[in-house]
């Protein structure tokens, strides 16, 4: 059983006690000791540039050529927070219980309770930053309605919250920077974690430059290197973004948790050809203004705006009256996808659905139209060619954001000592689903007001590690793996590229282990995937050498990583039998077709210990216990 | 943070030194402008002009130095500031040469303009201002008209005119980027006034160009002597 | 409807900062026109990979016009023909068939090639370092309604604050200045009340900064905005001047 150091006491006191009782490291010490942060986004940039404040030694790391770069730029909608400046009745317990409810059950209350609890400080924060918050003529922030929460609490910069949360935190690090209490390490890829006695002790990276392989060492490992969903190849993520940084760590010894957690969004830009490369995702704020439908008649093939209205199926009116086009994310997804399997999709590839807003357009005006959704509309003409204003928009579900990651306790810890995961890279906040703008608020409660006190703790009982750790034998060892590792890689010279491999296990992800999951399509995609692997270390074919820029080797590693990683991810889809948030197991659904918690069996963390590549991996549980709310059913209908 | 208040080598201080002198030309090319048009009342006129500003003494000589400074420290800044370019471009350039922005010929030509202007001055110098005003040149049918003879004789040369039309073609390009481009750097940029100052600016460099490159026209074509 | 097109495709390839680069022509056949300028250049890599040449490295990341990494200059235009638009953003649709494409990277003294098409525009970031930022600390920060910000400001910031530092202003600019990246950035603080105290000496050293990286000087010829994907106006540069002035 694992433990998750919750602090003692009532929920709205957890954090305060912990404040409190935590160990002091002495602003003389603080900088005798040296954290390294692996990743940029929210949390990444946020830790370091905070924990750098506070006076540690911080070296950040990340792959893009800037720390400005990472993905956590693109989050169009808004974060979260419970001001109740709207006065609608917000509070910090209704964002907390929202959260839990949001995710079906399966976070740990005490972390949501606490993510609750920042968020009003990370609102703070980034407007003293000079985020530019949307305000009201008034001079006061704006806040709208989002992801159908009933009241508004989402914080918003137009459509481009993401970029200037993101923006924030990286003028704070630069800032750091400038001071030398940060140091850069920009084009730099984490290849290994090194454990030495137990303790993580630092990394080895790659430098994408120069292809040296480089350890750093150091009293502390963060990783906020954010989700996996570019294991399903096509996804909204950025095309960079992987898990070999979460998966090696795994591979020496961190529990990845819940890992079949994965979150689809109804509303992408639909493929248009084997060609893609990325989705693009259509902000949700349009389902509460237009209708989604598909024809009546399977392989109608008239343009949209031809077809006459008694021959459309409003299929989500129809199924969920109450809710009608607003149900959540998973729900939305999953009618979609059960639709166009029926062959009653739309477009070229028939994989697609129509989203109307033409009767919104006859109520409220184009002009109101073209100025809640002007950008929108603009972008899916820039891809689409065709202008939404007229024929109605074509869409389906993309992969979009992954709640599972490696488990880490209430101190952000992972089981291994020294060895912190923060943002979208660890489990831990949003269960088996995440609320729209919430992503956002996670990231930055994580790295602002959650590390640093955390890691102060943590470091305050460990005296600082002695520079010359990097001459100990296992620094040496993880160089030399990690270069045979690229060697291999090179040596191979097939005939396949190494893009041809990941679209072939996305597809396979995306069919057997995506918005629904069935017991024999999971044990396919099980027997299937180590026959992908075995091929990929066959036949890949990675030109050029290890000591230069090489963006197809860079690519090599990570999906190498992903054809590992994804067996876990089928494994634990296979052994939670239930249908939870973004898990939807076919066999276990209500008559009426919803999915079906089984909180008797499955109120619990799945984390898995890794016990080599092909290996059946450990399963640890940690039981969630549900002290301040009680477990219900969701129901849209 | 610490900081250094003026700093000549920072770009927009050179930057807002050519435009302050800029400015301090235009005017001047007004009042140039302005005097050369007694050019139409004839010889009494326009030598009583020249006259007037001889009479202004020891004023007149402190205004050609601050003209003379001015003008040095226009192009000298300018200088600096297009070899920096040269050498921020780098020897790369694009294979295919392609704006897609309003770059339009004024801009383009700025330095090139510029150049050609400061030649021309020079010589202009030489020419007019420090000419014998009762030698040789001065003398039309035998009699000396004074600075008038000078001109007039000058410009019954049409290759003399032609450059002379040619360095007003340039300094009306000079000004149309010129003109609006001091607002730009000076911090002035509205959404309202800076799309009628460029118009402005345009209308005013076709006048300058167009009144000074009247005279050798006027003197080639109508004026009969 | 998606069409198939065919390019002739004139690539810069260099194979690091220290060697010399040439073009390199390439076809690129059976484009579909629906594709991204970047996807099709991922078709033409995964040709090239299988016949074994070295794939063309080109920098990209998010793919939809956010995270400034991708960029290119296409036939003289950094971004390629589009006003407005990121070169992921940018469909062969706009492209004729048969027609020749010349590729290069940006081209600056301060953005070395590192190869192909990739460049190094990491003196973006130690301009920021020089000052583009606001000084608070964690956990210092007042309410956020201590201080109401009028909209407009806001606006204005936020139009700045688009920025998504490309470089593709640099690229476009006859003097390979920065003036708009910097102008963007110090503009977006500086009008906001959060930023007033730190506004002279932000300007000045990312001035300052910004002209000992090398970059060239501003000379008001607007290609810069131009070429911006975010379509940030030079009148930002304008503040720029006009706080420049007012702090020296």
Redesign the interface.
Known sequence: MLDSKIPQGPLKDKWTTFKFSARLVSPANKRKYKILVVGTGLAGA?AA??LA?LGYQVESFCF??????A?S??AQGGINAA?N?PNDGDSIKRLFYDTIKGGDFRSREANVYRLAEVSN?I????????V??????????DNRSFGGAQVSRTFY??G?T???LL?GA???L??E??KGSVI?H?RMEMLDLVIIDGVARGIVVRNL?SGQIESYSGDAVVLATGGYGNVFYLS?N???SNATAIWRAHKKGAFFANPCFTQIHPTCICV??D????L??MSESLRNDGRVWVPKNSGDKRPGHKIPENERDYFLERKYPAFGNLVPRDIASRSTKELCDAGRGVG?SGQAVYLDLTDAIKRLGIDTIKERYGNLFD?YE????QNPYQTPMMIYPAVHYTMGGLWVDYNLMSNLSGLFVIGEANFSDHGANRLGASALMQGLADG??VL?YTMGDYLAKNKPVDTNIKDHAEFKKCEADIKNYTHKLLSIKG?R?V??FHRQLGQLLWDKCGMARSESGLNEALNKIPEIRQEFWKNV?V??SGE??N??LERAGRVADFLEFAELLVADALHRQESCGGHFRQEYQTPEGEALRRDDLFTYVAAWQFNGVGQNPTLHKEELKFEEVHLAQRSYK | MSYQTFDFNSSITKKQIVALTGLVLIFFVVFHLAGNLFIYGGPAAFNGYVEKLDDLGVLKTIAEWGLFFVFGIHILTTAFLVLENIQARGISRYAVDNSKGPRSLATRLMPYSGSYLFLYVIWHLIDFSWADQQGPRSIIHGVSYGLYGVVVNAFKDPLHSMLYIIAMCFLGLHLAHGTQSFLQTFGFNDNRFTPCIKKFSRYFAVAMAAGYSSIPLYVLYVLKV | MANKINLILKVWRQKNQESQGRFETYKALDIDTDMSFLEMLDVVNESLTKSGVDPIAFDHDCREGICGTCGAVINGQAHGPLKGTTLCQLHMRHFKDGQTLVIEPFRAKTFPIIKDLCVDRSAFDRIIQAGGFISVKTGQAPDAHAVPVPKDKVDWAMDAAACIGCGACVAACPNASAMLFVAAKASHLNVLPQGVPEKKSRTLNMVKQMDQEGFGNCSNEYECEAACPKEISVAHIARLNKDHRQAS
């Not at chain 1, 609102?123 to 000079?130: E, L, S, Y």
């Not at chain 1, 530019?132 to 922030?141: M, T, V």
Request: charged content about 20%; some cysteine; overall charge positive.
């Open positions: 946020s540039a905070s404040e893009q050529d800037s720390p400005r770069r993905h730029i693109a001001k400046y400080c609102i703070d924060q980034c407007v003293a930053q000079g530019p918050f949307a305000r009201e003529y008034s001079g006061y922030l910069a137009r481009q993401g970029q200037q923006l990286y003028q704070a630069m800032k920077a400038a850069l920009p430059i909204t950025a095309k960079g248009h050809g060609y893609q490369s990325k693009t995702l070229s972008m820039k891809i689409m060619n602002y007001f640093p005939k590229t893009d041809d074919n030109l050029g230069e820029f963006q197809a």
